[in-house]
């Protein structure tokens, strides 16, 4: 087995501003400590879940590093998204398992929505 991936983090030269994006956005809790140069933001879902990641190739492009946020309605967090100051990277793409598109915070990180289908529009198995 690998090593687990167990922590993300998000940076940018208004760390205030970056809480209050993410935390009205997501509707995290963010446990603000320090004071200074020393300050972070402690990021909390109310979930216990596991987190996964891939390695995108982008052949010609930037490097970076990308994580990406359950929604239930992504129509609606993009739109809250910009109106929190955030703009549109990616706009929604149906993959068949997915919808996705691709958020920037005010501070230029991306940021990845997903949306899965609602258990009314996955089709029944025929089989059972």
Same mark, same amino acid.
């Given at each position: 087995?690998?090593?687990?991936? +167990?922590?993300?983090? *998000?940076?940018?030269?208004?760390?205030?501003?970056?809480?209050?994006?993410?935390?009205?956005?997501?509707?995290? =809790?963010?446990?603000?400590?320090?004071?200074?140069?020393?300050?972070?933001?402690?990021?909390?879902?109310?979930?216990?879940?596991? *987190?996964?990641?891939?390695?995108?190739?982008?052949?010609?492009?930037?490097?970076?590093?990308?994580?990406?946020?359950?929604?239930?309605?992504?129509?609606?967090?993009?739109?809250?998204?910009?109106?929190?100051?955030?703009? *549109?990277?990616?706009?929604?793409?149906?993959?068949?398992? *997915?919808?996705?598109?691709?958020?920037?915070?005010?501070?230029?990180?991306?940021?990845?929505? +997903?949306?899965?289908? =609602?258990?009314?529009?996955?089709?029944?198995?025929?089989?059972?």
């Amino acid at each position: 087995m690998g090593n687990p991936i +167990i922590h993300f983090e *998000v940076a940018g030269t208004d760390g205030s501003a970056l809480e209050s994006f993410y935390s009205e956005l997501f509707e995290w =809790k963010i446990d603000h400590q320090g004071e200074g140069d020393m300050q972070y933001g402690f990021i909390s879902d109310g979930s216990a879940g596991p *987190v996964g990641g891939g390695i995108r190739h982008e052949p010609g492009g930037e490097a970076e590093v990308v994580f990406y946020v359950e929604v239930e309605d992504l129509s609606a967090a993009i739109e809250q998204a910009k109106k929190l100051g955030g703009s *549109v990277r990616i706009e929604p793409i149906d993959t068949g398992d *997915v919808t996705f598109g691709m958020i920037r915070d005010p501070q230029g990180n991306s940021v990845g929505l +997903i949306e899965r289908p =609602k258990a009314e529009d996955t089709p029944e198995d025929p089989a059972s």
